[in-house]
């Protein structure tokens, strides 16, 4: 052996040939196995969601009920510039005619205007006002909002506070609140017998039970099970050393809540809480409050409901007894609906903006005169929503509003079929197939194999317990097939004209129990999901790839081993030609220097 080879570098050669070598003997093939495996599963992958495209329109066209694409309907407005309108599948087809008279209004209301820098009149010294707004509830019954505002120390100056902060310190107050109920305060440790009541959440009853107990012990559990409900807060607060009170707070400000008389027992006549129906709501779900500023140097607040038309009207504007912040501002007009007239060289009279005939809706449908509270209209006709845009004048045509069928869902859902089938087809066809230079990731998979033959056959499917003179085939309705290409709409024209003309036909080739729509339903189904055909596969597959990596990591480890086995022995050697080379070095200068003495 060469001298070099047992060199540092020279054994570092033979050691990583020796490991390159056996790396391509017994890794190579396992890489070349696993990345074979991992072809296979990214191909499944890519089919997974394929499949999954195409089987949400497959499940679009199998349903038969009113959802059905095949039962779409449509509505057209004459003028959208007056009515806007949309159907759906539950509208009956009709022609119709409407004018638009009015458009509902939400109600609003105005304070005065009041000089901005100017000193409140009634609002003096620091403290909590209360007052009350009632609206309708748009059924006929009544809604309440209390709202406190409380005007602080730091509000006023030198004194007196400003006309801008009264106003925005209301507008706040309004737009914060929520629905709160508040109980008289009880003795904590006085007892009282069991009993129940009802509290009321949007028009959703719940009894509330309690047993015999001190005040402390009741009121525990009525909180316990008015916070089990959502939406809705419940607590307990101390008033004193032994008084307590229960407070109540809605949280969701878009509802309502009330709570109705003892059903047994005296605990809500006690606690004085009993609104007997009377529905509270916070300001803030049902009112928007504005300040804003007229004219330079003023200060005005307005007030509008969320909700349009006459059954949602402001009813009331209160101040409670001893309060004084709607009067400060003028609007404490109790249930008088005074109207807002503008002064422009003095105070405006306060009031509302709106009389109550001119919050609804009104409009001429078909010849009879309607109301409505809101302009969007969903309960005219079965299925259809109106939209009325603006008034109409007498000189505007009237508009005509036509339902009828929309064949253009069922088409683009058919068109979508068409796409997503070939989108997985193809797929699977080239997958599955081999040529002279290239295999296919999937040639010769079961799994695969049957999945492409069940798409064959559906493509070529003829629906059993269709009539022969009915469409019983895709080819009836324009769909050819080509076992190279798959699905194409080769009669564009016969499948638009088959949905309109004969929809129920069009509707059975795919959704009755035979139809295509169903069968392929029913026959996929079996490949999606986590233990579907498909999963089950690629499972299979995981758990291959997880085998080859234990092989080649074990496989590595060994090479490594025995590397590091064959460097040592070469170290060896090594250090044995070294002594070697040293014993002939001394042999050679002993011989040397014998030879000069000689």
Known sequence: MPYDLLTTSGINNLVNTYKTTQYQKKLSPLSTKKSYYQAIDNAYSVISSKLSSFFSVVSSLKNSDTSSVFSAMKATSSNSNFVEVSANSSANESVNSIRVNQLAKNDLVLSEDKTSNSSSSLITEAGTHTFVITSGDGSGGTLKSKINVTFDNSDFVNGSISNQTVITKIQNAINSNKAIITSNSVNKNDSISAGSFTLNLNGNNTTISYSAGTYDEVLSSVISQINNLSGVNAEKVNDGENNIKLKITLNDTSKYISVGNDVTGNLISNLNISSNGEKEVGASGFFNASSFSP???????????????YDYRITSLSDETGSLALSSIGLNLGSSRT????????????GFVYSTSQLNAKF???????????????????????????????????????VSKDTSVAKSKIEDFVTKFNDLYSYLKTNLSNT??????????????????????????TVDNIDADKINSLSKI?????????????????????????????????????????????????????????????????????????????????????????????????????????????????????????
């Open 295 to 309: 004219a330079s140097g003023l200060s005005q607040l307005s007030i509008t409901t969320k909700n349009s038309g």
């Open 339 to 350: 109207s807002f007239v503008q002064n422009n060289n003095g105070t405006d009279t306060p």
């Open 364 to 402: 001429e449908f078909n010849g009879i005169q309607v109301e409505r509270n809101s302009n969007t209209i969903s309960d005219l006709i079965s299925g259809v929503t109106f939209s009325l845009k603006s008034a109409m004048q007498n000189t505007d045509s009237t508009v005509a509003v036509t």
């Open 436 to 461: 002279k230079t290239t295999r296919g990731n999937l040639a010769g998979d079961v799994t695969a194999t049957s999945l492409r033959n069940l798409l064959n056959n559906i493509a070529y499917k």
């Open 478 to 598: 324009g769909i050819t097939f080509n076992i190279d290409s798959g699905l194409s709409i080769s009669n564009s024209s016969l499948l638009e004209s088959s949905i309109k003309d004969k929809p129920e036909q069009v509707a059975a080739l795919f959704n009755s129990s035979n139809g295509i729509a169903t069968s392929l339903y029913n026959s996929l189904t079996g490949y999606l999901g986590s233990t579907g055909y498909i999963q089950a596969s690629r499972n299979t597959l995981s758990s291959s790839i997880t085998s080859i990596n234990d092989r080649i990591t074990n496989s590595q480890t060994l090479i490594d081993k025995q590397a590091e086995a064959l460097r040592n022995n070469y170290v060896k050697m090594q250090m044995q030609l070294v002594s070697v080379l040293n014993l002939q070095n001394s042999f050679s200068s002993y011989l040397s220097t014998f030879n000069n003495n000689i």
